[in-house]
C-alpha cells in the first residue's frame, strides 16, 4: 500500500486542498497520513478543523511514498522552515514524490528542488518560483519528473488525480 503524508498549517490551511485530495487518495487505496507542527486541532481558512495524526518534526521521509504541502495563507509558515526544506530535499533526493498546491510551491522553491523545473503557484508567488529559478508556467497543475505542483483550490482535484497516477507508475 502506497502511504503519503500531507504537511498542514496550524491555521489557515486551505480546506478543500486537504480534503479534496485525502478523499480521492483514500478512495485509490493509499493510506494517508496528516501532519502539523502541533497535534491540536488545526483549522481551515472555510472553518473545517483537522487533528493532525504527526508532528512534521516526525516525519520519517522513508515511511512515505510522496511527501505533500498542502496550500492556504498559513502555508507561509512553511516557506523558511529548515525542517520542511530539509524533508522537500530529502524526498526528492530520495526520489520520492514531492508535491504542493497554492502558495506552497514558495516551500519547495525556496528548498531549491525547484530549479530548472516547470511549476505553478497562486498566481500572486509567480514571481517567488521564478527568483529561485523555477519554470513558472502558470498552469492549473504541474508534473515535472517527481515534482507535482498546482495553482490553488479549484485544482485540487486534478493535482490529485496527478498524485495518484504519479504513485501508480
Same mark, same amino acid.
Given at each position: $500500500?502506497?502511504?503519503?503524508? $500531507? +504537511? *498542514? &498549517?496550524?491555521?489557515? @490551511? =486551505?480546506? !478543500? !486542498? #486537504?480534503?479534496?485530495?485525502?478523499? *480521492? @487518495? !483514500?478512495? &485509490?487505496? +493509499?493510506e494517508v497520513k496528516v501532519a502539523s507542527t502541533a497535534l491540536k486541532q488545526a483549522h481551515g481558512m472555510l472553518g473545517a478543523t483537522f487533528k493532525p495524526d504527526i508532528l512534521v518534526n516526525d516525519i520519517n521521509v =522513508?515511511? @512515505?511514498?510522496a511527501i505533500i504541502f498542502v496550500g492556504g495563507s498559513g502555508a507561509s509558515q512553511y516557506w523558511d522552515d529548515p525542517v520542511a526544506h530539509r524533508l522537500a530535499q530529502e524526498a526528492n533526493n530520495t526520489g520520492r514524490i514531492v508535491a504542493a498546491i497554492c502558495i506552497a510551491p514558495v516551500t519547495l522553491a525556496r528548498a531549491g528542488i525547484l530549479k530548472g523545473k516547470r511549476a505553478t503557484v497562486w498566481s500572486s508567488e509567480g514571481a517567488q518560483l521564478k527568483s529561485e529559478g523555477a519554470n513558472y508556467t502558470g498552469r492549473p497543475a504541474e508534473k515535472d519528473g517527481n515534482i507535482i505542483t498546482a495553482n490553488g483550490p479549484s485544482a485540487a482535484r486534478e493535482f490529485a488525480e496527478e498524485l495518484v497516477? &504519479? #504513485?501508480?507508475?
Open positions: $500500500m502506497k502511504k503519503v503524508v $500531507m +504537511i *498542514i &498549517a496550524e491555521n489557515d @490551511f =486551505r480546506d !478543500e !486542498e #486537504l480534503f479534496v485530495p485525502k478523499e *480521492i @487518495f !483514500e478512495k &485509490a487505496g +493509499i =522513508r515511511d @512515505f511514498d497516477k &504519479a #504513485l501508480k507508475e
